[in-house]
């Protein structure tokens, strides 16, 4: 059964990934239903993980229950009493987040890496096709968008060039999984199964070529941040051992190569193009980026203190479905920002203790992998964490990419904080070995990781 669940969680981690290619090409007619594809996939797991005792009932999925419950009866209080909306709300902030801890329930350190691995290697095909966006015509099929036949399409860059969304729908997509990505990258230099290096070498040219392709300045700065971890993480692993030689071949190898790809450089001249148009608004650099996009949701939450009132205008009601559901147009019906829309949607009680929920969650993550990277100085779930914690805390949930990230980051790095396997120790659970079918529901030792 187990094994069952762990195809699962691939099968939600790769449709989070191309869950954009599906909706923009392959079935752009059923471009809406495509938006929830993974809540089936969720909902399986949580189904075979009860069949198996694999969803820890902890203090997390209980408060995560209490909530969905009193968002509900907030709702209807508060008069909201479109039940599609109502739905769309419970999945956003709810419906994921146990997978969590079923995610560090059974997924061993060794499964962590091989994902990992996966995750990390989609980082060249979607740097190609990044390219191939960036070198196309705005119109162009390559860069059409989600709903391209109501004439949306990209995001405008720089220099005629679109932000290329890769197989996202949108550059909201590479902003989140490049620093993913890089953080996989910097792992791997100290991992004990690691890709062959040329294929780190192509894997570290693809996150690099990325940055000014993507003329994001959001995705390069949590990039930056990403790299900053690692160095960090230096100060506990070491500064002269084999991870960071590694670290400095590959570098060596794809600055060198870099100088011979004229993209890079068109790339990064319609990057710094973007910068200084940013700086001729106002925003001078890359420290704006974070204070406006990552932590001014502190302004707007003092914002909207005054405006929340007790039940909120009903859970989902600030989502884009929301505004497409109850006006037939798409916006933000409350606020853009997530912590303000929690506030008005869920009420003044129920809005603060979700959010201060997610920054306990974040803390202990903090928490764990400080002790992991200090006693055992195991970089991973450091490293996990810095590409994770700003969708966990301040992320758009209601825009599917970003819970998608916040989701499968925090259960990776949850996961990863358990000790890797002996060399040769079997990671099968019993059910999966045995022979003998009175035994096969008895699980292993390996099964039985501790729930959080």
Known sequence: MYRSIKTLIWIYALLLIFEGALRKWVLPGYSDALLVVRDPVAILIYLLALGRGALPINGWVLTTGFMAV??????????QDNLLVTAYGLRTNFLHLPLVWVMATVLTRRDVERLGKALLLLAIPMTVLMVLQFESPPDSYINRGVGMEEGVGQIYGALGHIRPPGFFSFITGPNL?????????????????????????????AVVIALPVSISRTLAVCVVAVGAAYAFSLLFTGLMNAAVLRLAFVGTVVVAILGFLPIFDDAREAFFSRWETAAGGGDTSGVGVVTDRVFSGGAYLQDSLGQANLFGKGIGMGSNVAARLTTGQMGFLLAENEWAKCLLELGLPLGLAFIGMRFLLAFSLLRQALHRLVRQRDPLPWLLLSATVVPLVSGQWAQPTGL???????????????????EGEDELPEDEQVDDPDQSAEPTENDEQPAR
């Not at 999984?177 to 040219?205: D, E, I, S, T």
């Not at 998608?404 to 002996?422: N, R, V, W, Y």
């Open 70 to 79: 009193a968002a509900v009866l907030g709702s209807f209080l508060a008069g």
């Open 177 to 205: 999984y490049f620093p993913f990505a890089a953080a996989l990258l910097f792992h791997q230099f100290k991992a004990r199964h690691r890709l062959w290096w040329p294929l780190l070498v192509v894997c570290g040219l």
């Open 404 to 422: 998608g990230f916040a989701i499968l980051g925090t259960g990776l790095c949850l996961a990863s904080c358990q000790d890797e396997p002996e």
